[in-house]
Structure formats: C-alpha cells, structure tokens
C-alpha cells in the first residue's frame, strides 16, 4: 500500500488515462474538451502530490525498482507541467479534431511511461518503462494530419523497434553478468568480462538515447517534428529526452566507478552537440531546426550526466537544466502552434511587427534555449561548466562552450528574420507549405497559443531567478 | 537607497505599460528622471569615500550561493559620477520628448527600462549582474532604433545588435574564464578585485583578458570593431542617439577601469602598449573620418570613436606600471582620473550636441551639413548651444572636455611620451568641429536653413541640463574631482600588483 502511495503521481496517470479513454469514447466529437479538462485536472491532482512529496527523504518502491527522490520529484514536475502545456496546445490546434481524445489518452500514457524510466532502478522495470513511453509516441506522430506523418512514424517506429530489441538485449547481458535486474546489483559487472560489460552497457545506453533523441539514434527527431502536429512535436522533444536523460544518470551512479562509464557517456554527449548544433545550422525549415537543435541539446543533458558518477552535485544541475530546457522548448513550440503556416525561417519575416507579444515570447524561449541570463538554462549550463570541469573532462567543457555559441547562430538567425521587414512580394504571407494540412486555427485560439508561450517563457526566467531554490529542492 | 535608485525606473515602465494617456506617460516619464536625479544628488551629499576595495551604498542579496552569484550592488568614486551623467541624460531626454507624439507611452516606457539597465551595470557589484543589465541595455537599445528611428533603421538596428551583443558573449566568455580560476568560485567584483585569480598564470590569464577586452572594445568601440556605430547613430531618434553616445559607449569603458583593471593587474600590464596604440589610432582614425564628414550625425559619431579612443588610450598608459618617474603612480591615478572625467564630460557634451542633432531633424529632416548655413542669424539660441558644445568637444579649456583631456595626457604621456601623437587627434577634431559650425551657421543662409525655427523652451532646457553641468565642471572640477581621484588611486595601485 506504501508502494502505491510513493508512486501516486504516477497512478493518477494511470487512471487519468484509462478514465479519459473511456470518456473519450462516448463523447461526441464536438464535446471533447471534457477530455482535456479531465485530463488536465489529472495532471494538475499529480503534480500537487509530486510537489508535496518533494524534499522529503529518498524512497524506494515495490523492491526497490524504482526510487523517489529529490530528482524524481524535479522529473515529475517538469514532466506533467510539460503535459500541462502540450494539452493546452491540443485544445489549440485539435480542438473538435476525430483523434483529440486518442491524442489525449497518448499523452497521458507516454508522460506515464516516462515517470517510470527516469525513476527506475531495476533493468526489467526500465525495459517496461521504454516500451510504455515509446507506443504512444508512435501513436502521437502517426495521428498527426499531413502528408509527411507517416514517413515520420515509420522511421520513428523502425528506430524505436531497433532501439528496443537492443535495450532488452543490453539489460540481458547485463542480467546475466550480475544475476538480477536491480541496479544495485550492477557493481557486479566489474568482475565481469570486458566485452560483455560493454557490449551490455552500450546497447542499453543506445537504447535510453533513442528516447532521448541523440545521436546515434537521432534520425528519427526531425522528420518527426516536421510531420506530426505541432502538439506531438513539442511533445516529442521535450518529455521524452527528460526521462531518458535521468534514466542514464541513474544506470551511470549505479555502475561501479571506473573512468570508461563516464568517458562512454562525454563521448555520446560530445557527438550529440557537435552533430546536432552544425546540421541545424543548415535548416531553413523551422521545425527541422527546432529538431535538430532538440538533437544538440540533449548533448548538454548528457554532458551533465557525464559527470554525474564522480560529482555530487551534478544530480542536482541535471534536475535544474531539465526543469529549465522543458520551459524554453515549450515556448518555442506553442509559439509555432501560433503560427502554424509559417514553415520556413523566411516565412516569419515580419511578425515582429504584425505580433509583437509573440516574438518576445519567442525571443526570451530561444534565447533561453542557449542559456542567456537570467534564465533556469543559463544557470544549469554555468554550474554545468563547473561540475564537468570537476569530473575532469574540460574537454567536454570547451565542446559545450563551442556547440552553445554555434546554437546561437541559428537561433538568432530565426529572431533576426522576426524582426525583419516582411518580403515586398506580399504573396509570402500564410501560404501554407506542401502538405502541411494542419488545421486552421481560429483567432481566439491563436491568441491562447500566445499566453501559453508567454507563460511558459516566464517559468523560463523565473526558474533563473529561484535557482536557490530549485537547487535546494533536488538536494 | 541604490537598489530603489536602480529598479524604480523600471518598475515605472511596467506601469507605464498600462493604457495611460499621452500626455500623463511624458509627464511621469520626466518625473520619475528628474526624481532619479534628485536622488543621485542626494546620495553625492552623503557620499564618504569608501576604504580601498569597497563599496559604498552596498547592498547585497543572495542568489545562486553554489556559484557566488548574488544581487550585489554598490557604488564608488568611478560609479557615481557615471550614475549621476546617466540621469542627467534621462532627464534630459525626457524633457527633450515632450514635444514629440510617436507612441509616447512606449517610448517613455523603453526608455525608463533603459535607464535601469544603465544604472544597474555601473552600479553592479557581482559580474552577472553586470553581465544581465549590459544585454538588457543592447536589447533596449535596438527596440529604440528599431521602433523609432529613421533611415535604414531596422538594419541599422540589427547591426548593433548582433555586433555587441557578439561582443557581450566574449565578456561573457572571460567573465567565465575568472570564474572558473577563482578559488572558491565567485562571480563577486569586491571578491576578485581584492584577490585576482588569474594573477601569475601568465598566458591564460593574458588570454582571458583578451576575451574581456575584446567585449569591451565591441562596445566602446574602438578600431576595428566601431563599424557599428556610424549607422546605429545616423538611424536612431535623437534621444536614442544621445542615450547611446552618453552612457551605451561608457558601459565599455566603465568595464575598462571597473573589471579589466582591478581583476586583471598583470594581465593588463602585458596589455598595457597595445591598448595604448589602439587607443591612439581610434583618437586619430576617429577624428579623420569626422573631419571628411557631410552628415552632422555621423560626424558626430565618430567623434565619440575619437573621445573613447583617449579613453582607452588613458586605461592603457595607466597599466605601464614601471615606466615613467617615481612619479608614476600619480601619473597613472591621473591617467584614470581623466578617462573617466572623459566619460562623464563626453556623456554630457555628445549628448547635447545629439539632442542638437535632433532639433536640426525636427525643422528639416536632414542632416546634410552642406545644405545650410547662416543659421546664426536666424536661430541665434540654437547656435550658442551648438557652439559651446562644439567647443566643449574639442576642448576647449573652461569646459569639462579640457578637463579630462589634460588629465588623460598628463597621466598618459609621463609613462608613454609616445602617445603623444594621439595630440593630433585634438587637432583634427577642433578642425572637425569648427568646419562643422563654419558650415551650419555662418556664410550665406543656405536651402534648408530658411525658416529654421529657434529652439523651444523644451529643447534648450533640454540641452541646457546637459552643457551647465560641463561648463560648471570645467571650470570649477573640485567637486567632481574630489569624488574620482581617491578612487582613481586605489584602481592605479590595484593594477601595480
């Protein structure tokens, strides 16, 4: 019973989920928003009790397979505010759409499924958690209307499916080498054969990157952003790689503490960031760029992670850039929810005169993606420089000093567009690209699209400016 | 006291932001400036000198303990004459704008948020927060070029942004670079002035410096990173211009005198020559591309290219610890005591001659020298004020310009007799500024000067506000004097180290 109530948030989900489907199943189209509401008082319920449960002690549940502490909590709170926010872009852009329920339900599932990998201890349970997290992604993108969606799912999916077989691959070898599935028991793996350690550790590490959406299993990021709805795509690059990112952290502390688990992890890192901040130099599709900066990003993430064996205090600087990262992402996201016709960086030429509020929302969300002051990524990553520095790996530091001001080019590239004169041709504006079919959205709802990426933009900067506090909290 | 002389203007644009007539926003727009002033005034009464290395004013709240951020502010002899030149020049802005109606409220609003961000970088004690209020100034900056210029504005606008704010992150970058040498980690200024981490690393720290340096020249600007300015000068509103030249530019150079000399002391001394030549072909190259100008507004923005030059040119002289007499440390605490009289003197007189500036473009719409002339007998009011901030700037004696100037060559010429090239430049800029109102005012009266008006009330109060100042502390510089040379001192021996 103890079990259940240490797990609460993530129950709620649960029943949120299955309450929602079964609702959802005998509302007429028109009258879905009960589901969302539902929904959302679900998400709201869970985040009250994960707020409650923070700054208590650290606790395990059913056997210690999974564990509650303070970066759980910061995993849950970034995780369904995150829910909170991508379901008010559903009722944005699906509203009265055949599959809002279905979007809902999926949302629901996969924020559950993602709980459960960031707070697992125990290879079976992490195993499950993926699988939990990855079918409703799929689900999310292959909904989405356009002509690109199910190019998108299918890549998703075959990745997803590799990715999968490889971590029960992993978590096998691993199990047989150690003789349980719980992490605890994994310091066993220094007695073990080299090649099978980490042959094992590799592929559950591949595994965790495909949900983080990092190289190597990055593929399938920007095709999917750029096909699925915009709700899917801001789904899909913010919770996921939250999860995945605390996943590694944990499977990094519990492995015994030898140099090449670390060095393994800076090594990944350094490939995400280089690869995703040059290639998304290249973009001119902005939701392709907004991928490929999500494939960059994770880097940073994982840069953290890096550390996080060797420093104690990195658990809490990951907790800080997750919170932070998940707030500037979603600005970007709800302000392209705004302006869904606008595909290419040439195509928002103009808007910071037709919609001021919108493009300094979206200003202070991409400037807060490269981490300016005051903003929750701009502490994460000065804390982060300290404690990578620490752990010995400058290299790793001067990476992601570099990869940060490469980031700044493409973002400012797209504010710089914003804020110029719209194109003489006139016929530029709301021509919609290729087989966008993304439903039209009315006035009301592009002015609530616009608060939600206003709001989200002060968490950004107010995450900076109780950092003390936020810090404090993960311990 | 400092925190409500920093954030109370700010806290007035977030109201001002509410729907308030026209006419209520520019009056609370000159009220809350002239209030601002009032209160500096009140705190030069009360100032006391504080010890070496400290603070006076301070007031410290803390933020980010793990990495020894913290809202730290305070002033010193170099801030406060800095924060009292910077709410001069609001105020005067202020009144200026009085007549004008392109979004009053707005621009009220932009530009009291201006205001704290000017005052928060001279008054920041702790690196972030200088670091946060000197982007925020680029930001608001560019919303003024952007919004209310003229010209090429939005380009001209985009230009100065990227390019300082470019310049920022390579502040950033050595700001870093001192926060990762320091041990225990802080970014507290009082900290790393009195303890500098970098100190004997030899050429990391010369590296870092660079860095900083780099940040710095991008804003003050000097040759080859001023291209920026021209145009972002010739496109703003008037007041954005004068705001830009009078305090935007000093945040360089205050950076100068209040990071890279007391943080940095040996560093600075292996940087000391090469800032001197800078310094020295920013004085000349400014005034040469001022003296082939036709438009006022460029003209004038290379003047500040040529002022900032000496500036830099004084901070350089002052690092050759060594050279020069046993004499030297007074010569060097006089070499800082002139940049920074420059600063305030060059704040005051390039300011009024921008305002000036935007007078000529309220009658006209032009600023092509060429096309007037005889404007002194038609607007005599407008041409006193032209003259004597001409003189001011090239200058002449009994004005605050030849005040600083002779202190940055005494100071500057006992310990690098070389510089003393950079005497040409006072040379080129007289001839620069009497060309200037050799063709504005006298001669025939030219095709844009027929019915010139004189200038309103509000522009010569305006304009006024700014010349009293530098003609009082020209001729009577005690005063001021008295507040900067103490502190000048401590800096000159904290870069002996």
Redesign the interface.
Known sequence: MSDLRTLLPEVLLLGGAVGCLLLGSWTPRHRQERVVLLAGLVVIAAGAVSAHALGGAATTAYSGTVTVDGLTGILRLSVLGSLLVVLMLVRHELADSPRESEVVVLLLLGGLGVLVLGASTDLAVLTVAFLLASIPLYGLIGLSPGAAAPEAVMKTYLLGALAGIWLMLGAAVLTGLTGTTAYSDLDGVREAPLAAAVGGVVLVVLGLLFKAGSVPMHFWVPDAVEGASTTAAAFLTTVPKLGAVVAAARLLEALPAQERWALLVAGLAAAGMVVGNLVALTQGDVRRLLGWSAVGQVGFLLAVVAAVPSVG?AAAVLGMFVAGYAAANLTCFAALAAEPDRRTIADWRGTGHARPGLVGALGVGLLALVG???TGVF?AK??T??VI?EAGLTWLAVLV?LST?IG?AYY?RWL?AC???PDESGTQDHEPAEGAGIPDVGGSGRRMAVGVAGGCAAVAVLLG?A??TV?GTIG | MLSVLVLFPALCAALLLLPVPDRIARIAFVAVTAAELALVAGMWAAYDSPASGALAFEQQLSWLPQVGASYHVGLDGLSLPLVAMTTLVFLACAVFVLAEDDRPRLQAALFLALETTCLGVFAAADLVLFFLFFDLSIVGMYLSIHGWGHGDRRRSALLFFLYTFLGSLALLLGFIGLYVASDPHTFDMVALAADPPLQGSGTTGVLVLGAVLLGLAVKTPVVPFHTWLPPAHTDAPAIGSAVLAAVLLKLGTYGLVRIAMPMFPDALRSWAVALVVIGVVSALWGALAALAQTDLKRMVAYSSVNHMGYVVLAVGAAGLVGAGSENGAAARATAISGAVTQMVSHGLLTGALFLLAGVVWRRTRDYDLDAYGGLAGLAPRFSALLVVAALGSLGLPGLSGFVAELQIFAGGLATAPWAAVALLGILLMTATMLRAVQRLLTGDVGRLSVGFADVTPREWVSVGLLLAPAVWWGLAPRPLLDVLEPAASVVADLVAR
């Open positions: 205090e300016t002051p005051p502490v000065l804390l420089f300290e520095i000093a001001l700044l400012l710089a804020l110029t004169a400016l950092a003390r810090l």
